[in-house]
């Protein structure tokens, strides 16, 4: 087992699976402590693995950028499907009002959420295409960093088409499968931000112009939140449409 490990170190992942098989062809399950990590260690190396990253929100017009992270994958399937993220955030209604995982707590256990349940099929993909990567069958793990318009050409020979970089304001869900696997994460386009503040059972959303700090009128404000009942109970509740609003309880939650 230690052998395995010292060349994982060194990233000679064929050592490494040599020395593990040969652990596992002598000793069963029950025979050594190791069986176990061995075969984890296994079937971590030989498995497809897929991770998708970006780490902003982008203004309209703008190259979005996402970051790739690969291992025993040769080509990936990615779609970009504009969702809306105010219908998105729901309860789970098989949760009660005080269970924790009734309502949504990040962006990312949202995400998820449309992912696992396959929501994401009820919205009309606004780019698909096919990504080609880099893999040699020796195990390693590959990584790259581009824009959207990179990421979508078919071969290095051809060019970048700065427009298939861009997208309308909205929010994306970024999809990327292969080989029974996803990775998946949000792509913001806009150019307005949003400001919370709470204060004993008052809360104030503030809009605004991310470029100016201007007010922006009209949007659609969608929240979860919990507050604790007389009884010491912390339950979940939400709003929608307004942008201050009169909340429920002491010391609540968003």
Request: glycine share 8%; net charge negative.
């Amino acid at each position: 087992y230690y052998l395995g490990q010292y060349y994982e170190q060194k990233n000679e992942f064929d050592d490494a699976l040599k020395a593990y098989r040969d652990l596992i062809s002598h000793f069963r399950l029950g025979d050594s402590q190791w069986v176990d990590d061995v075969q984890n260690r296994v079937k971590d190396i030989t498995s497809p693995q897929l991770n998708v990253s970006t780490g902003y929100t982008f203004l309209p017009d703008s190259d979005i950028q996402f970051s790739l992270n690969w291992r025993n994958i040769g080509s990936a399937q990615a779609a970009l499907y504009r969702i809306d993220l105010t219908k998105e955030l729901q309860f789970n209604q098989f949760k009660s009002e005080t269970d924790s995982n009734r309502g949504i707590n990040s962006y990312s256990e949202l995400i998820k959420g449309i992912v696992d349940s396959k929501r994401y099929l009820s919205y009309q993909a606004a780019k698909t295409w096919q990504i080609t990567l880099k893999d040699d069958e020796d195990y390693q793990w590959h990584d790259a960093s581009k824009g959207l318009a990179e990421w979508q050409k078919k071969d290095d020979k051809e060019e970048v088409d700065p427009q298939k970089g861009k997208l309308e304001a909205g929010a994306y869900l970024l999809l990327i499968s292969s080989k029974g696997v996803q990775a998946y994460e949000l792509i913001l386009v806009t150019d307005m931000g949003l400001v919370t503040k709470t204060a004993g059972q008052t809360a104030l959303f503030f809009s605004f112009d991310s470029k100016t700090g201007a007010p922006r009128p009209k949007v659609n404000v969608k929240y979860h939140y919990q507050y604790y009942t007389y009884q010491g109970n912390l339950i979940w509740d939400e709003g929608q449409g307004v942008t201050l609003v009169g909340i429920k309880g002491e010391g609540s939650e968003f």
